[in-house]
């Protein structure tokens, strides 16, 4: 179903990619910086689950809409931006502890393991990036003579979340225990939060200001 030789050379370009620094990896690093090492995995899985969606609507065409009616990247990546923002207000003002257990948050103010994973998967969906990212990374590795096209782009980014999902699991397992093991200064957690507010805050700029 697919062609071999791409589909290598998908898998080197794929693993560059899922390796260096991005905004996911970012906002993974903040959430485990903040909430543990569960949280930082589950922030990485609800990632991988937004990115799953994005997957699944190139395989279908509908990330295809984007670049067909700009209103709808625009408001997307407004919604994103004003997420993004929510999140860094709530790190910003957050004066709990680290962490009081094992991977536990000692306030209901931290991100929970629950909505660790709903804010990663929000993150991902509303950035319109992602969806134009797929719409013109993934086609390069189709070869159209095999057929099966939407098959092909569905194997591709199954492949692709996967090998992130990977990545980023693993860095927020370690973000999360470092952050553990720092847990019993104030002064430490206090600084993390603000380091996890002023990535999101960067995020949000990211994604307003960046070239189109």
Known sequence: MVDTSLYAAFLAAALALCVAPGPDMMFIVAMGGRGGPVTGVLAALGVAAGALVHALSAALGLSALFTTLPVLYHVLRWLGAAYLLYLAVKAFRDRSPLVTGENTPADPSEPG??????????????????ILFN??????????????????????????????????????????????????????????????????????????????
Not at 113 to 122: D, I, L, N, S
Not at 172 to 201: D, E, M, P, Q, W
């Open 113 to 130: 393991r629950r909505r660790a994973f709903w804010q990663g998967a929000v993150t991902n969906l509303l950035n319109p990036k992602v």
């Open 135 to 212: 719409v013109a990374f993934l086609p390069q590795f189709v070869n159209p003579a095999l057929g099966h096209v939407s098959w092909q782009l569905l194997l591709l980014g199954l492949t692709l979340v996967l090998m992130g999902l990977a990545v980023d699991s693993s860095v927020g397992l370690l973000s999360g225990r470092l952050s553990s093991a720092l847990r019993g200064s104030r002064r430490i957690a206090r600084g993390l939060n603000i380091f996890s507010g002023t990535v999101f805050t960067g995020l949000a700029v990211r994604l307003v200001a960046a070239p189109e």
